[in-house]
């Protein structure tokens, strides 16, 4: 299996980084806050709903939206067995562990069942990636027919394009809004919408309900 650059000491720091008040607080007042739009979708998602998160990190956003789905479940992927151990201590902590289900496995390969998702989505991944196509690929099969995908990255500026860093070991990204709604609609998604929010690109669409 591939192995995630998430791992040891950058693992350790950047799992309570990305789970902590320092980071809401950069998101919040610098960067832009993605959650919003995340909190629609699964407002938007009746009853006993399954998300997938593909790249869950710490748990971030899957115990925020576990926290939103009494009924429903998580299913958070991610390469780095570190990332997996804190959000799997966060969840138990908060009393969320029987909504989250971790699995360590790539996001272009999570080796979940086809259509069983009725939203997927992905914060701050794709750019890491050295194939972004994999990820919405995945994402497309995860998915019922009419569920919702949303993929959440830093768009592309002077200064992600001056930090090499921002890039991840293998990654090819991060894409401007033309990219992403090519990507998106390329995975066969309909509807799709790219937004801007603070220094993030928002990308959301739906997958084609079948014939009735
Ligand atoms: C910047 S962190 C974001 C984590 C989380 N989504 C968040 O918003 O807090 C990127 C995460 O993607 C994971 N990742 C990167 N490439 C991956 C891959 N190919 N398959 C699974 N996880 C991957 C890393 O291990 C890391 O946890």
Redesign the pocket.
Known sequence: M?R???EGLK?KL??RF??GPL?RGLERWLLGDPWPCLEREVAACPGAVTAV?????????ALRVAARLPQGRVLG????SE?LRQAAARARRRGLAERLTLTR????KTGLPSGAADLVY????LH??SDPGGLWAEAHRLLRPGGRVLVSDFQTNALTRLAPPLR?AHGAGPYGAAQLREQATAAGFQEVAVRSVGRWAVVTGVKAAGPA
């Open positions: 591939e995630s650059t998430w693992g950047g799992g990305l789970a980071r998160d593909l790249g869950v990190g710490s748990g971030y956003f992927v991610d390469l780095s990332m496995s790539s996001v272009t992905s914060n701050n991944v890491e990636l991840g």
